[in-house]
């Protein structure tokens, strides 16, 4: 254990479902992340919040929507996703700059 | 054995032999770096950092050097072992910034 904990673990979900990622860490961190890995590309930031304030949207769609109640929980929320938007969800939070980043074990989502 | 930048995403080493894995990094402006090991089924796991008033720095059989002149990064493992095996990934950020930029990442197998 990381002390970033994501449920769940895996997803399966249809173009038409809503679902939720959950994201929730107990580090003391004021920083929390979304980050998008798909197969053979980089990881891809796709949110940042700092205590509880979102500070960076990477250009993401709006079919993914964050929500951050405080700064121990991070959601990510789905609706008509595309198949492509199939991927490893990682979740991490940090003290603030790159110090103490610390990474989930991620959701695997599957569209179909 | 040795990855070349970005372009070489596999590497494989006999085990008990050193392995070197590279990375090139973008920002000039980046002050601080780290190396994280992926394990299938895991989020990323830190490794070791180094901070751009050094140029090497040593854990337990992992070396990374920063030559900064020509933006480039390399992890040593010494000794490799199985549980090496994974995807390595070079990350860079600077001071105050609170996001990481990854790069490709770098499979390492292990023979036996």
């Known amino acids: 254990e990381t002390g970033v904990t994501q449920t769940p673990r895996h997803l399966v979900m249809g173009m038409t479902n809503k679902k939720s990622l959950k994201c929730e860490q107990h580090l003391g961190h004021n920083a929390m992340y979304w980050y998008k890995q798909s197969a053979k590309k980089p990881l891809e930031l796709m949110f940042v919040?700092?205590?509880?304030?979102?500070?960076e949207n990477n250009s993401v769609p709006s079919r993914f929507s964050p929500e951050c109640p405080n700064s121990s929980h991070l959601f990510l929320h789905l609706h008509t996703l595309q198949p492509e938007d199939s991927a490893l969800y990682l979740c991490?939070?940090?003290?603030?700059?790159?110090?103490?980043?610390?990474f989930g074990s991620g959701t695997r989502l599957t569209v179909v | 054995g040795e990855s070349v930048g970005l372009h070489l995403p596999t590497l494989s080493v006999q085990e008990g032999d050193n392995s070197i894995i590279n990375c090139a990094y973008s920002?000039?402006?980046?002050?601080?770096f780290i190396w994280y090991k992926q394990e299938s089924g895991k989020g990323p796991q830190f490794i070791i950092d180094i901070r751009s008033n050094m140029d090497k720095r040593q854990g337990q059989r992992v070396t990374v050097l920063l030559n900064k002149t020509v933006k480039h990064l390399s992890l040593q493992i010494a000794a490799t072992q199985p549980g090496d095996s994974a995807v390595y990934f070079c990350?860079?950020?600077?001071?105050?910034?609170?996001?990481?930029?990854f790069g490709q990442g770098t499979r390492l197998t292990i023979n036996p």
């Open positions: 991490a939070s940090s003290l603030g700059g790159g110090d103490g980043y610390t």
């Open positions: 920002n000039s402006a980046s002050d601080y």
């Open positions: 919040y700092n205590f509880k304030e979102q500070t």
């Open positions: 990350a860079e950020t600077r001071q105050g910034a609170q996001k990481l930029v």
